[in-house]
């Protein structure tokens, strides 16, 4: 079993910058790609960002591209999300959660083991 606990969000401007922390317990997310979900009320969660088990792939939406950046620190065990140039419609709460051993899921079908969330809203 893995815990994952969100951190990170809050209130911000359009246009300004969040930095979003995935801190994992329990067994190692080491081997595992990880994943940045979000899901805005009314809508289907949805994959943001992606980050393979060695952080040398990643994957982003295309809403978010050129202002997301993933990253991780495995000796942490800690997922991050830089928001940058952030936009109303980026409003949502925010989940990490585990993929697929030794690659990079880019489908929900690839992930499990979700944490709590953290809300994020961006005012106009």
């Known amino acids: 079993q893995v815990q994952l606990v969100e951190s990170g969000g809050g209130l911000v401007q359009a246009g300004g910058s969040l930095r979003l922390s995935c801190a994992a317990s329990?067994?190692?997310?080491?081997?595992?790609?990880m994943g940045w979900f979000r899901q805005a009320p009314g809508k289907e969660r949805e994959l943001v960002s992606a980050?393979?088990?060695?952080?040398?792939?990643?994957y982003y939406a295309d809403t978010v591209k050129g202002r997301f950046t993933i990253s991780r620190e495995n000796a942490k065990k800690t997922v991050y999300l830089q928001m940058n140039s952030l936009k109303p419609e980026d409003t949502a709460v925010y989940s990490c959660?585990?993929?697929?051993?030794?690659?990079?899921?880019?489908?929900?079908?690839?992930?499990?083991?979700w944490g709590q969330g953290t809300q994020v809203t961006v005012s106009s």
């Open positions: 959660a585990v993929g697929p051993p030794y690659g990079l899921g880019i489908s929900r079908a690839d992930y499990d083991y």
């Open positions: 329990g067994r190692t997310i080491t081997s595992y790609g």
């Open positions: 980050i393979s088990w060695s952080g040398g792939g990643t």
